[in-house]
C-alpha cells in the first residue's frame, strides 16, 4: 500500500490506502461489495486491475473487483455450503457504502 500513497493526486488518499487491507481482504461478501463500490472513482483503478491479473492474485478486491484463486469474480460466496438456488448478493449502493 505505501507505493501506492505515492500515486495518489494530491491532497486526496487512495480508497485502499484510507481504508486499509482488511476492507479489501475480508471474508465477508458484503465488506467486499463496499470495496468494490469505494474502487469505482479511484483513478489507479484500470492499472490495478492490469496489474492483479498479471499477477494472479489469489484473493482480494483489485480495481474494482474480487478476486478468487488468481481469477476476478462477479461476487464472493459466503462461507459455508451453497444454497442449492444460489443468489448473488445484495448490491451495494455508495451512501450505505460510507455510512459502514
Known sequence: MQALELLAPPGRALPCVAEGPELYF??????LEKAKVLCRPCPLRASCLAGAKE?????GVWGGEVFV????VPYKRARGRPRKHPHPPLPIDVEEAEAC
Open 26 to 31: 475480508s471474508e465477508s461478501p458484503r465488506e
Open 55 to 59: 499477477r494472479r492474485e489469489p484473493w
Open 69 to 72: 484463486d488468481g481469477h476476478p
